[in-house]
C-alpha cells in the first residue's frame, strides 16, 4: 500500500494490463497510486491557504483524498480538520478506506494542535465517515486527551 509521501507526476503508462479510472485531480491506477497531471491543484505545490481554499471547494471524497495524498506532509491541524469536516459530509465507500487510514494517522500527529473547534470537526467528520472502531479509537483517544488538556472538559 503506497504512503502518504509517495506521488507520482505523470500518467500511468497505457497498455497491456494497464487501466486507470479519472478522477477530477487525477487518475486512480491499478496500483492504488493518484497520477497527477503537471499543473493540477492536487499536483503542485501549494501554500497554506490554497490547500484550504481547494479544500473547501472539492466536491467530493476523491478530490478531497488526492488533495491530501498530494499535500499530506504540509497539512496543519487546520487543513486536517476541515478535510475531515468535508469528508463526513461525502459518501464514503470501500476503496478510500486505505487513504482514510492514512489521514487518520496523519491527523494524529496534528491533534495537539487543535484547538475546540478543530477537534469537534475531527471527531465529527471521523464518526460519519463509519470507519472500523479499530481504525479511529486511537484518534478519538487523542481528540479526548487533547480536549482534556486544553481545559475542555467541563
Known amino acids: 500500500q503506497p504512503q ?9 503508462m497505457r497498455g497491456a494490463g494497464s487501466r486507470g479510472e479519472r478522477q477530477s485531480y487525477g487518475i486512480v491506477g491499478v496500483d492504488g497510486f493518484i497520477y ?9 505545490q501549494l501554500n497554506a491557504k490554497q490547500i484550504n481554499s481547494h479544500i473547501s471547494n472539492a466536491s467530493g471524497a476523491d478530490e478531497l483524498l488526492a488533495l491530501f ?7 496543519n491541524h487546520i487543513h486536517a480538520a476541515n478535510l475531515w469536516n468535508k469528508l463526513g459530509k461525502q ?12 489521514l487518520v494517522q496523519r ?3 496534528l491533534v495537539s494542535s487543535c484547538d475546540a473547534r478543530a477537534l469537534a470537526n475531527v471527531a465529527h467528520g471521523v464518526a460519519k465517515c463509519g470507519l472500523q ?7 478519538y483517544t487523542a481528540v479526548a486527551e487533547a480536549a482534556v488538556r486544553g481545559g475542555l472538559a467541563g
Open 4 to 12: 502518504h509521501s509517495d506521488r507520482r507526476l505523470s500518467p500511468p
Open 36 to 44: 497527477f497531471k503537471t499543473g493540477d491543484a492536487a499536483g503542485r
Open 69 to 75: 495524498a498530494a499535500h499530506s506532509a504540509s497539512l
Open 91 to 102: 459518501r464514503i465507500e470501500r476503496r478510500h478506506e486505505g487513504r482514510l487510514e492514512q
Open 107 to 109: 491527523t494524529l500527529d
Open 133 to 139: 472502531v479499530g481504525v479511529v479509537r486511537s484518534l
